[in-house]
């Protein structure tokens, strides 16, 4: 067994590289920029940098990004940095060919923005912070959800047999829109 990557505190890392779906290459391969371990910036500069990477393609990085203020931030928005960060999951995973995964995660994500108490964080009842478009990104989940599960056999799928071929989604449908503010 090979031993893993440490950081200066012991904990395990990751350095391999990693392709534009977030899958591990062989070391010493070239992939795509990877997001810092210690990644820790605002929750609005972290909601721009992620929407970059959606709009690029990069839903696994951006999960990344949206994990690190999950982690990061104030435990009174843990559910919502959480949700977002499943949606981003989801979307890695209808990238992925993995329909299940995807509607596992973004049937979670969903339950997390729906129910992120925003009046107890501080912010208007109902209201998601950071000028998010809550009442969007949920519509454009359940959209997802609704392609997903016309895909025939999609609850087939179990360990050690073929995944079906991915989703027919047009990649354009899996950079939503964040906030409502950017266009």
Same mark, same amino acid.
């Given at each position: ?7 200066? &505190? $012991?904990? @395990?890392?990751? #350095? ?6 977030? +899958?591990?290459? !062989?070391? =010493? ?52 940095? &959480? $949700?977002? @960060?499943?949606? #981003? ?6 990238? +992925?060919?993995? !329909?299940? =995964? ?55 799928? @179990? ?25």
């Amino acid at each position: 067994m090979s031993e893993r990557d440490r950081d200066e &505190q $012991g904990r @395990a890392t990751n #350095a391999r590289p990693r392709d534009r779906l977030g +899958r591990p290459l !062989p070391p =010493g391969s070239p992939g795509v920029p990877r997001i810092p371990d210690d990644l820790d910036l605002a929750p609005a500069a972290a909601l721009d940098y992620a929407q970059q990477l959606l709009d690029q393609g990069l839903a696994f990085n951006a999960h990344e990004v949206l994990e690190s203020v999950w982690k990061n931030g104030p435990d009174t928005e843990r559910m919502l940095w &959480q $949700g977002l @960060a499943q949606y #981003a999951v989801g979307l890695t995973h209808i990238q +992925r060919g993995n !329909p299940k =995964g995807a509607r596992t995660l973004l049937e979670r994500a969903v339950g997390r923005l729906r129910a992120f108490d925003s009046a107890a964080a501080g912010y208007p009842p109902g209201e998601l912070p950071y000028d998010l478009d809550g009442p969007g990104l949920i519509a454009h989940a359940e959209a997802l959800l609704t392609d997903l599960a016309a895909i025939p056999g999609n609850n087939d799928v @179990a360990a050690g047999h073929k995944r079906p071929a991915p989703p027919d989604i047009d990649p354009s449908g899996l950079m939503p829109r964040l906030r409502r503010d950017i266009p």
